[in-house]
């Protein structure tokens, strides 16, 4: 599943291009790595983003088990 998909229009050809956007895993990553290095946690880099990929991971899986409500 993807993120922030868009089109795109090109201001002189008015060529419309599409992107699909970006992996909505990657997207929950990145927001649960801004909470963690906002929080009051010491750790590694790695430690961060080996967190954010499971809590990425943990949403995604949430998703395929609760339907849209």
Same mark, same amino acid.
């Given at each position: 599943?993807?993120?922030? =998909?868009?089109? $795109?229009? $090109?201001?002189?050809?008015?060529?419309?291009?599409?992107?699909?956007?970006?992996? /909505?895993?990657?997207?929950?990553?990145?927001?649960?790595?801004?909470? /963690? /290095?906002?929080?009051?946690? $010491?750790?590694?880099?790695?430690?961060?983003? @080996?967190?954010?990929? @499971?809590?990425?991971?943990?949403?995604? @899986?949430?998703? @395929?088990?609760? =339907?849209?409500?």
């Amino acid at each position: 599943m993807k993120a922030y =998909p868009y089109m $795109h229009k $090109h201001p002189t050809s008015g060529q419309t291009t599409e992107s699909e956007g970006m992996d /909505l895993r990657d997207w929950f990553a990145g927001i649960a790595l801004q909470g /963690l /290095l906002a929080s009051d946690v $010491h750790s590694s880099v790695e430690a961060f983003v @080996k967190q954010s990929y @499971k809590v990425a991971d943990a949403m995604m @899986k949430q998703r @395929k088990e609760v =339907p849209n409500e």
